[in-house]
């Protein structure tokens, strides 16, 4: 192959990989077939799997092209080849552009054999027919995934190849190709592997990957791993109903704001609690929306006209790990040292207050 070929096969190579596996790059310029049909696929927000349906079918469509666009190219990089001509061309590159044709045709057969009966035929149809009740179908499975995924609460982390989300009631991994999925009342989670990376593109700190092998007890599903940073860990688990065993006994190195929440949780249990009058109903934490509020700010650090705390005149409106949030988010990232002493205002009426001011309500 002369310069040309050899340039343009080179320069080809470097594109090809960038278009199946984008990074941040590319995908801030609009080079993937989620933004190139971004018209034809919806909104993911509005209705995901639907939405994952067409991805999924159009990516595998737009991925069999690559080998018949290298021979397209060569025809003007390597003219002396004469590939434009068929008959003309050697006996190697009548076989590829063969295969570079058929390629692009089964995968198009493919998709048209999905898309029928309202895309009945797809795998992640299957995939989602085996979660339904047997009076329903694989439709109001993508329903109730459609309506979790829209929620707020939800935990999602991952690149667009290779997305993590936790529902309510699924756990769902994304990949290029296809997405599995579990039903979180059916599943055990194992750490399988740990992997520590010095550097990576968003930290100059080293970071640590969990792996984490999901397993149902529903035969049909199969299982599958996740992948994620351990300072997500905690968060994940969280957002899980099923435990998280250790296999490989790993030791997971949590993020700095929750191992500050633990022991934040530590101290304000061990402070004099709050009981709260008979006729006062809590309602749920304003932060989360979630658990009911279980923390009232009283000044206990000192007497009332001494120091920097203040009293909070506020009724109850906070759980313990929100309000143990808001306290972490206000502190000096670069002076851990300084958190568990320090003064923050009250999240409502903007009162100082300490650790020691923090009471549970009994």
Known sequence: MESPAVTFTLAYVVFAVCFVFPPDEVRSAGLTVQSLLSAWLGSEDAAFVQYHLRR?????????????????????????????????????????????????????????????????????????????????????????????????????????????????????????????????????????????????????????????RVSSINPYVKAFDIRLNSTEYGELREKLRAPISNAANVVIHQSLSDLFLETFTSLVEINQPYHVPSTQELEPCIGCMQTIANIKLIKNCQEPNEGECQQCYCRPMWCLTCMGKWFASRQDQQHPETWLSSQVPCPTCRAKFCILDVCLIR
Request: charged fraction near 15%.
């Open 56 to 212: 999924s079918t159009g990516t595998l469509l737009a991925h069999s092209l690559l080998p018949l666009g290298y021979y397209l190219g060569m025809c003007f990089a390597a003219p002396e080849k004469h590939l434009c001509f068929f008959y003309l061309a050697s006996k190697e590159w009548k076989t590829f552009l063969f295969f570079a044709v058929l390629l692009p045709a089964v995968t198009s057969a493919l998709a048209y054999y999905w898309s029928r009966k309202g895309w009945n035929n797809h795998p992640l149809a299957r995939t989602l027919a085996v979660h339904a009740l047997p009076q329903s179908g694989w439709r109001a499975v993508a329903s109730s995934i459609n309506t979790e995924f829209r929620r707020i609460d939800k935990f999602a982390t991952g690149a667009p190849g290779a997305r993590v989300i936790v529902t309510d009631t699924w756990v769902i991994k994304v990949t290029t190709y296809c997405l599995h999925v579990a039903q979180q009342q059916d599943i055990h989670l194992t750490v399988t592997d740990s992997r520590q990376h010095e550097l990576t593109p968003d930290s100059n700190v080293p970071v640590q990957f969990l792996t984490i």
